[in-house]
């Protein structure tokens, strides 16, 4: 019996010891960082919103880090696939998603999801908010306001195109409330992301979009699309003279798109708040305001906390909308 308090006691010992080694090592390595190249995941192609922040923030903050920030696209299933891969990437700083209000929504879309937004992912920032607006093809849609879009699409045989950049994402839920508001049925488009989505749109191969206002802007002004109404509570600076959803006749719409920075779950504390401490410094610097403005975004920093407790209150808010709007993707 000794033999074995003894033994047992040593063994005690022993795991002690490598636990304070491990986190003594942790530590070490969380002080050390960055010491290589950070990838930065965008989970839908080059050219859309997503694409176009993150871009807008690695070159700052690789300055202010000392180590390149690499933009890595990896889209696919409504911008899951690029949020698995960091879900699952080694906790250590080096691997970041630009999540987006999507990942909210596609919890309670998705069925069957390989890692949970929210207990995988530990929230570093906010960085901004973009209203989506809907546009359709000045050329091929004559319809001037929202009531004359939906006349035109009842009328409509077949059924009027509307393009999301994804299953599960904002635009697809969107469109899917428009439905329900208005009496209309339309066909839904899902593409890998706004870029390809934008140019169909432009092409006239889809009819309309909810799309984000940073994408389509620059076709807003120069007249290829037409903004008819913007999906927030309040309009956007960028088009003060398009109207809400809710000015259109549609009570109850307020819609929009943020987007933050977030690292795997286990990612050491001195990391993620140092992370936090560089970006919400980026985002409060007058040149990058001045650049998400001129976008059509809302610069939009915060605390890791504030930024976990919207993710939690928008997925049960998204859950009610699924359910009513039946939105199941396998």
């Known amino acids: 019996m000794r033999r074995f308090t003894t033994h047992f006691a040593r063994r005690v010992?022993?795991?002690?010891?490598?636990?304070?080694?491990?986190?003594?090592?942790?530590?070490?390595t969380a002080q050390d960082w960055p010491a290589k190249p950070i990838s930065l995941v965008v989970?839908?192609?080059?050219?859309?919103?997503?694409?176009?922040?993150?871009?807008?923030?690695a070159d700052p903050l690789s300055r202010s880090l000392g180590q390149p920030v690499i933009v890595e696209n990896r889209p696919g299933a409504g911008?899951?696939?690029?949020?698995?891969?960091?879900?699952?990437?080694?906790?250590?700083g080096?691997?970041?998603?630009?999540?987006?209000?999507?990942?909210?929504?596609?919890?309670?879309?998705?069925?069957?999801?390989?890692?949970?937004?929210?207990?995988?992912?530990?929230?570093?920032?906010?960085l901004a908010m973009v209203p989506n607006v809907l546009v359709v093809n000045s050329a091929k849609t004559p319809a001037k306001n929202v009531a004359e879009l939906v006349a035109l699409a009842k009328k409509a045989s077949p059924e009027m195109s509307y393009g999301s950049n994804g299953n599960g994402t904002a635009q697809h839920l969107i469109g899917t409330q428009f439905q329900t508001a208005t009496g209309t049925t339309l066909l839904h488009v899902p593409y890998k992301g706004s870029g390809p989505l934008t140019t169909?749109?432009?092409?006239?191969?889809?009819?309309?979009?909810?799309?984000t206002l940073t994408t389509v802007l620059p076709h807003i002004k120069a007249g290829k699309l037409k903004a008819l109404a913007v999906t927030t509570a309040k309009r956007s600076s960028a088009l003060p003279d398009v109207p809400t959803m809710e000015e259109s006749g549609l009570k109850g719409f307020d819609i929009g798109t943020w987007f933050g920075v977030l690292a795997p779950a286990a990612t050491p504390a001195q990391?993620?708040?140092?992370?936090?401490?560089?970006?919400?410094?980026?985002?409060?610097?007058?040149?990058?305001?001045?650049?998400?403005l001129a976008a059509g975004a809302e610069p939009m920093p915060s605390t890791p906390e504030a930024f976990a407790k919207r993710i939690g209150?928008?997925?049960?808010?998204?859950?009610a909308l699924v359910?009513?709007?039946?939105?199941?993707?396998e």
């Open 271 to 292: 990391v993620v708040t140092r992370l936090n401490a560089e970006i919400v410094k980026i985002v409060n610097s007058p040149d990058f305001q001045q650049r998400m």
């Open 94 to 126: 080096y691997t970041l998603l630009m999540g987006a209000v999507h990942h909210t929504i596609a919890t309670s879309v998705y069925k069957k999801l390989s890692y949970s937004f929210q207990k995988d992912l530990a929230p570093v920032s906010t």
């Open 323 to 329: 359910r009513d709007g039946k939105v199941n993707i």
């Open 79 to 92: 911008a899951t696939l690029g949020a698995d891969y960091v879900a699952k990437s080694k906790p250590d």
């Open 13 to 28: 010992v022993s795991l002690s010891v490598c636990a304070i080694g491990l986190c003594a090592a942790t530590a070490a």
């Open 43 to 57: 989970p839908f192609p080059s050219g859309g919103t997503t694409d176009i922040l993150a871009r807008a923030l």
């Open 313 to 319: 209150d928008e997925t049960n808010r998204f859950a």
């Open 200 to 211: 169909d749109l432009l092409g006239g191969q889809v009819s309309m979009s909810f799309d």
